[in-house]
């Protein structure tokens, strides 16, 4: 049984109005505030120190403009980010502008104070919008459009209405014109439904009249839920899950509406089965106050739920200290073995469950502080360390592949941390964090960056690349040893730079070639590459330089070889032309193929785009295309370009032949 510990933890931020450079305090916000956070904080402060309303006081333009350019720096996560890092430069706030005091009273951020409604930001509309869990109707506005704000009271009502059931957003398109005008909004107010899973440009326009019930009754007619109806027939089978459970038998006057039903099995989607029971003595046996109360959680061993808890870090602060709790709330895991973990993402209902249910499983994840990242250096146990900020929107999206990731290994094998450089900016300063999010791979006195696709799979496999290396790093001494090697041997060698950015493409590819080729031995051949930096290229230039026995012929040895005499083996041949994308990939599972199958066939390939006119007359219409000649007059197509399934396919076809022949001749 997996023991986890959720809690909150709750607490009050007050709002600070100090004049002090550093944005975050001029803000009144943590380091690790929200863009919504920031921007809340920004308009009351807005409101409260326009130099409109502070006219005797000399200095209140100054101290604006560089409060409204601590709002522009820290609402944008590129901005934030260098400033995080490197500061803000001084001339920066000299050409600040800012609207009047009007604007920031009635205007700005129309949306900001509702806890319910999400505004989105070019920076993570995708990251948000894209949900497996929850659909998404998002309302494009400008804060100078009449229309907007008549909307707003009915769009604050109507998310009241379906909170929980869908996620209702909102965009400003005078501060995101570059969003606005991808997904072409031409008008204000604009409203797009997506579905689960949608694509960015998949929003569905909404063109119905615009009151809280014809909003609702659209979304619940896209709604796809699932209320199963129970009877004493199918109880006994289905009672053995968790159930919400509507008991409405025929008398109940109290039953929900319809209505209610979808929203609530809407909102419970993938967390609990969902199903009505209309049999009146079933719904007694269920409960014998189903009349009053017609919903019932229907729960499988209470005790199990022992171990969810609440927090209060007023009364224990020195423990949500130690744990680096620094906003509230805060949803954290306390997981077997030991491992701590935060969760980052929104506290709606999916995301927090998600994250428990994917984090409960991440035994060997840990959140990490300064002293916990010393000790691990000089652990003989490999880390693989993601530093992050939580705003970061990368990061956000990085946090579950990571999870994901770390699953695959055990703790013995390598450990994984997260660390929050918004809480340890001291520590990542001295480690030379520049970018969020940055991955590394710490073994001993050996560091390695990822710089894959930022996956589950890439970083697994990096990961076990680094664990069991096939490509050495090689030092004075060892690249003096390999100029040493036995004359049997061929090593390639990438020559590269840490900060080079080509480099760090090409080092996912040049491990998947090692996997490739490792195996391989041969005379060694000395040659400078300079094609296209991925792995089939590779291994195209470096198979080129080794022995095969695939014999290039054009159209006469053609003729002369397979067309006009018997021979003993079975001819296989690849038809190319230099152009075809598709052939330039397949030429090293030909070659290997050609390797596995000497011996039992000769292999070769002819160029047709030379010999057009030749291949034409063999019927051949695509490339590459591949025949096995088992006779001038009898052939077969192979019809993949898997060199496992190439090789299956043509030991079939070559055995099926010995039988037929020795058939004839008895």
Same mark, same amino acid.
């Given at each position: 049984k997996l023991g986890t510990c959720l809690f909150l933890l709750l607490i009050? /931020?007050? +709002?600070?109005?100090?004049?002090?450079?550093?944005?975050?305090?001029? *803000?009144?916000? %943590?380091?690790?505030?929200? &863009?919504?956070?920031?921007?809340?904080?920004?308009?009351?402060?807005?409101?409260?120190?326009?130099?409109?309303?502070?006219?005797?006081?000399?200095?209140?333009?100054?101290?604006?403009?560089?409060?409204?350019?601590?709002?522009?720096?820290?609402?944008?996560?590129?901005?934030r980010k260098h400033y995080d890092l490197n500061g803000?430069?001084?001339?920066?706030?000299?050409?600040?502008?800012?609207?009047?005091?009007?604007?920031?009273?009635?205007?700005?951020?129309?949306?900001?104070?509702?806890? /319910?409604? +999400?505004?989105?930001?070019?920076?993570?509309?995708?990251?948000?919008? *894209?949900?497996? %869990?929850?659909?998404?109707? &998002?309302?494009?506005?400008?804060?100078?459009?009449?229309?907007c704000h008549e909307l707003a009271p009915t769009w604050r009502k109507f998310a009241?209405?379906?909170?929980?059931?869908?996620?209702?957003?909102?965009?400003?398109?005078e501060d995101d014109y570059a969003l606005c005008h991808q997904l072409s909004i031409e008008a204000y107010p604009t409203?797009?439904?997506?579905?689960?899973?949608?694509?960015?440009?998949?929003?569905?326009?909404?063109?119905?009249?615009?009151?809280?019930?014809?909003?609702?009754?659209?979304?619940?007619?896209?709604?796809?839920?699932?209320?199963?109806?129970?009877?004493?027939?199918n109880w006994d089978t289905l009672n053995k899950v968790q159930w919400l459970l509507f008991l409405c038998g025929d008398s109940n006057v109290n039953c929900p509406e319809r209505v209610t039903m979808i929203k609530l099995a809407a909102s419970l989607e993938g967390l609990a089965f969902v199903g009505?029971?209309?049999?009146?003595?079933?719904?007694?046996?269920?409960?014998?106050?189903?009349?009053?109360?017609?919903?019932?959680?229907?729960?499988?061993?209470?005790?199990?739920?022992?171990?969810?808890?609440?927090?209060?870090?007023?009364?224990?602060?020195?423990?949500?200290?130690?744990?680096?709790?620094?906003?509230?709330?805060?949803?954290?895991?306390?997981?077997?073995?030991?491992?701590?973990?935060?969760?980052?993402?929104?506290?709606?209902?999916?995301?927090?469950?998600?994250?428990?249910?994917?984090?409960?499983?991440?035994?060997?994840?840990?959140?990490?502080?300064?002293?916990?990242?010393?000790?691990?250096?000089?652990?003989?146990?490999?880390w693989f360390v993601d530093w992050y900020a939580p705003w970061c929107p990368p990061c956000r999206k990085l946090l579950p592949e990571l999870r994901?990731?770390?699953?695959?290994?055990?703790?013995?094998?390598?450990?994984?941390?997260?660390?929050?450089?918004?809480?340890?900016?001291?520590?990542?300063?001295?480690?030379?964090?520049?970018?969020?999010?940055?991955?590394?791979?710490?073994?001993?006195?050996?560091?390695?960056?990822?710089?894959g696709v930022p996956n589950s799979a890439s970083i697994a496999e990096f990961v076990r690349d680094m664990i069991n290396p096939l490509v050495l790093s090689l030092d004075d001494d060892t690249f003096m040893q390999i100029l040493r090697k036995p004359k049997d041997e061929l090593w390639a060698v990438d020559f590269y730079a840490?900060?080079?950015?080509?480099?760090?493409?090409?080092?996912?590819?040049?491990?998947?070639?090692a996997k490739q080729v490792i195996v391989w031995l041969y005379n060694f051949i000395y040659r400078m590459y300079n094609g296209n930096r991925d792995a089939v290229s590779l291994k195209r230039w470096l198979l080129s330089f080794l022995p095969t026995p695939v014999e290039l012929i054009n159209a006469k040895e053609f003729k002369v070889h397979i067309l006009s005499k018997n021979f003993y083996l079975p001819w296989l041949v690849d038809f190319y032309a230099p152009w075809c994308s598709h052939c330039v990939h397949f030429e090293p599972e030909f070659r290997a193929v050609a390797q596995r199958l000497e011996g039992k066939v000769r292999s070769?390939?002819?160029d047709c785009e030379a010999d057009r006119i030749f291949c034409g007359g063999l019927g051949i219409t695509g490339y590459p295309t591949i025949r096995l000649y088992l006779s001038p007059t009898e052939f077969y197509k192979i019809d993949t370009q898997g060199a496992v399934q190439i090789i299956r396919r043509v030991k079939q076809l070559i055995e099926e032949n010995k039988y037929k022949q020795g058939h004839d001749e008895l």
């Open positions: 009050s /931020i007050e +709002v600070y109005g100090t004049a002090d450079v550093d944005y975050y305090k001029l *803000l009144g916000v %943590n380091r690790d505030a929200t &863009v919504k956070e920031i921007r809340k904080a920004f308009k009351v402060l807005a409101v409260k120190l326009h130099p409109d309303k502070n006219k005797d006081d000399k200095n209140a333009d100054a101290n604006f403009i560089k409060l409204a350019r601590a709002y522009e720096v820290l609402k944008d996560p590129h901005t803000d430069s001084p001339e920066s706030t000299q050409k600040q502008q800012y609207h009047s005091y009007t604007y920031y009273r009635d205007q700005f951020g129309i949306y900001d104070d509702d806890p /319910i409604i +999400v505004t989105l930001s070019r920076n993570d509309y995708e990251l948000n919008v *894209l949900d497996d %869990n929850q659909a998404w109707f &998002v309302n494009f506005y400008s804060p100078n459009c009449h229309h009241q209405e379906l909170e929980g059931v869908i996620r209702i957003a909102a965009v400003n398109c409203l797009l439904y997506y579905e689960k899973e949608s694509h960015m440009y998949e929003g569905e326009k909404y063109i119905g009249d615009r009151t809280v019930e014809a909003l609702q009754e659209f979304v619940l007619s896209k709604l796809k839920v699932d209320i199963q109806e129970i009877s004493s027939e009505i029971v209309k049999d009146n003595e079933l719904c007694e046996n269920i409960s014998l106050s189903h009349k009053e109360k017609p919903i019932v959680f229907w729960q499988i061993q209470e005790n199990n739920y022992s171990d969810e808890g609440l927090i209060h870090c007023g009364r224990s602060s020195a423990l949500c200290s130690s744990l680096h709790v620094a906003r509230y709330p805060t949803w954290g895991i306390l997981k077997v073995g030991g491992a701590f973990e935060l969760h980052h993402g929104r506290d709606v209902l999916h995301e927090v469950a998600t994250f428990a249910r994917d984090g409960v499983k991440s035994t060997n994840l840990h959140a990490l502080s300064p002293a916990d990242f010393y000790n691990i250096v000089n652990e003989e146990t490999p994901k990731a770390s699953q695959e290994f055990e703790p013995e094998k390598i450990q994984f941390g997260t660390i929050d450089c918004t809480l340890h900016r001291t520590l990542c300063t001295k480690e030379g964090i520049n970018s969020y999010p940055t991955l590394v791979l710490y073994n001993g006195t050996q560091t390695q960056f990822f710089h840490p900060w080079c950015g080509p480099c760090q493409k090409l080092g996912p590819e040049w491990r998947r070639l070769a390939k002819i």
